[in-house]
């Protein structure tokens, strides 16, 4: 009974150390992040464009479809903290429902790239130099060859301006970067001792892959991953602006610049605002991914305390 | 060396294969039929017949695909649906503007960057070298076509310094300049960030190797140290990243030459995009890429003489 008792207790017991440890390891990084200057700049402009984005309807004063014609262009004011647009809508209103779709595009599409693009990568380096190899590094280099925004361009003229299709095309522009960064990591992992131990003790493949291999390929995949949430906000906003993204009346950065261009002449406020608004949205994105980066790192840490 | 050159080059023909391959398949699932797409509402079925004939239409996928990729291999893009004219002579006329702007921002990111960082690498930890560091900051982070939206803003309809729209007049180069600054200075800022960023932090690594040291404790005046021997050495990722930074200017400058109402590649590839004009968006995205591979591989080249390690890998 007792001999029991223990043999059923010590599974669960390491379990619970394995995961209380890396708890233990994802707060130390997100405690050195909120001690840096670029991480607290950076979280809070994140937390709040999550907040917006989530609880746009309960943030925005106005509904941002409303029109009032007899408003518009008006210059900010009391009620319109931002003023209006070319059919009178509330500008801060359209740019708090904004980052949704900003929000909805980068995280999708980079979870969506970051997760494609690290299982590919990491099947081509475990075989390296088999055919399967080389065919994996043809396909990186061969969406790699075309420059990210005529890819996706294109794409989503093939495929239909939508959110769903915008992630889509943004994350097949992007998981070549992911799949290369990965393999280059499995390569140097599977070289391990632990990674040959296992595969000693008779571990297949797919459990060596996932237990070993893609953990260790983690830290520079989610780095590129920060950095790489600024800049798919920079190209839904992008592809907006040429409208082929986010259909109007949804309101999206891109659009509400695009809208501002054409009535240049008629208010400034309608360019200024989307236009700082993208340009905090990312600098914020980007000092988040710089402390992010620099917590990853260990040469980094020392270089920077 | 030379057998780094030859495996690199080797290894482009089949990746262009594959972008071929990738363009025609993008263009063969659009959806509905590509000739009375493009023929528009009011054609007739023998006209939409002869159109098909004539693009090859009516044959099975692959020969489709033979066909295209031999036409791309004479050189024969196909003609625009909208005006008629051969798609190369479209593009041949607006890559003029594209690589005049891309050449130009480039350059003067590369003068302004190097500098600002070889400035803060010098005055390190000081007021400006945050400064600097700030700078490059907020242009690494603001993209072009907002930067350039703003500088319109300002400096072309509320000022009236800078002309709005066009490339200026044919022939007047005063005037050819005078529509180039704004756009060449809203593609500037982002490079500018990340390049006085980058000489930097590699100015700061090479500063702290072996030789420096040896420099240093020789006696060496510290301006002599800092442009002779470490700029050199640093100047190797910067002039990859330059390189590469022109191969994606060519590819990318898009949303500039839109706002700016410069003809150039970019502009011609999104108007053919709203016109369904398929040979055009083909031609015009094949030769992008093939610019941007190109620019990739003089890079990787150059990289390869300057740090001869890198072959090995």
């Known amino acids: 009974m007792i001999q029991e008792n223990i043999a059923n207790s010590s599974p669960k017991k390491s379990n619970y150390r394995k995961k209380n440890s890396q708890i233990k390891k994802i707060a130390g990084i997100l405690r050195i992040i909120l001690h840096d200057y670029r991480g607290q700049i950076g979280s809070a402009f994140i937390i709040a464009m999550v907040v917006c984005a989530i609880f746009s309807p309960w943030v925005a004063p106005f509904d941002p479809y409303e029109q009032d014609i007899l408003n518009r ?20 209103s359209r740019i708090i429902y904004g980052s949704r779709v900003a929000a909805m595009v980068s995280f999708g599409s980079v979870c969506f790239s970051a997760i ?12 390296e130099g088999r055919k399967l190899d080389y065919a994996i590094i043809l396909v990186f280099d061969i969406v790699r060859s075309f420059p990210q925004l005529i890819l996706a361009l294109a794409l989503v003229a093939v495929i239909g301006p939508s959110v769903r299709n915008l992630i889509l095309a943004l994350a097949f522009t992007a998981f070549p970067f992911y799949g290369r960064l990965a393999r280059a990591e499995t390569l140097s992992v599977k070289e391990e001792d632990y990674v040959k131990a296992a595969k000693a003790l008779g571990a297949t493949n797919i459990q060596i892959i996932f237990k070993h291999i893609i953990p260790n390929t983690l830290s520079p995949v989610i780095v590129t991953g920060g950095m790489d949430l600024a800049t798919m ?3 839904e906003a992008s592809l907006s602006f040429l409208g082929l993204g986010v259909r109007p009346p949804t309101a999206s950065w891109g659009i509400m610049l695009r809208n501002g261009l054409t009535y240049i002449h008629a208010s400034p406020y309608m360019i200024i605002w989307p236009a700082l608004t993208i340009a905090i949205a990312m600098i914020g994105f980007s000092l988040f991914a710089e402390s992010l980066r620099i917590a990853l790192n260990p040469k980094e840490r020392k270089l920077h305390e | 060396m030379l057998k780094y050159v030859i495996k690199r080059i080797l290894w482009i023909v089949p990746t262009v294969l594959g972008v071929l391959i990738l363009l025609f398949s993008l263009t063969y699932f659009l959806p509905g039929d590509p000739a009375s797409v493009m023929l528009g509402p009011r054609a007739t079925p023998e006209l939409i017949e002869d159109l098909n004939h004539r693009l090859h239409l009516d044959q099975p996928v692959y020969t489709r695909l033979g066909y295209y990729i031999l036409g791309v291999l004479r050189g024969d893009l196909g003609e625009s649906v909208w005006s008629g004219h051969k798609v190369s002579s479209l593009i041949v006329n607006s890559l003029p503007y594209t690589i005049i702007l891309a050449v130009c921002s480039m350059g003067l990111a590369a003068l302004v960057g190097i ?10 930890e000081s007021i400006i070298d945050h400064l600097v560091t700030g700078i490059s900051l907020v242009g690494v982070a603001v993209p072009d076509f907002v930067a350039a939206c703003l500088l319109l803003l300002f400096f072309a309809v509320h000022l009236n310094l800078f002309p709005v729209l066009g490339a200026g007049e044919a022939g007047n180069i005063a005037d050819k300049i005078h529509h180039l600054i704004l756009p060449v200075i809203s593609l500037a800022i982002g490079w500018i960030g990340y390049l006085s960023r980058l000489t930097r932090e590699t100015m700061l690594e090479v500063l702290d190797s072996d030789y420096i040291r040896v420099e240093k404790a020789f006696g060496i005046p510290a301006k002599h140290i800092h442009y002779k021997y470490a700029l050199k050495n640093a100047v190797i990722p910067i002039i990859t990243v330059i390189g590469l930074g022109i191969g994606k200017l060519l590819g990318g400058a898009v949303l500039v030459e839109i706002i700016f109402n410069r003809p150039g590649l970019g502009k011609l590839v999104v108007d053919a995009v709203y016109a369904r004009d398929l040979p055009v968006v083909q031609g015009g995205i094949l030769i992008a890429t093939l610019l941007f591979v ?12 300057i740090d001869p390690r890198i072959q090995y890998e």
């Open chain 1, 233 to 235: 906000i920079m190209y």
């Open chain 2, 294 to 305: 190109l620019a990739n591989l003089i890079a990787d080249i150059s990289y390869a003489y």
């Open chain 2, 115 to 124: 500098f600002l960082g070889v400035f803060a690498t010098i005055y390190k």
């Open chain 1, 116 to 127: 494609i693009g690290v299982i590919i990568g990491v099947i081509g380096g475990y075989k």
């Open chain 1, 73 to 92: 262009f008006a210059s900010p004011s009391l009620t319109h903290l931002l003023g209006t647009d070319y059919l009178g809508r509330d500008i801060l």
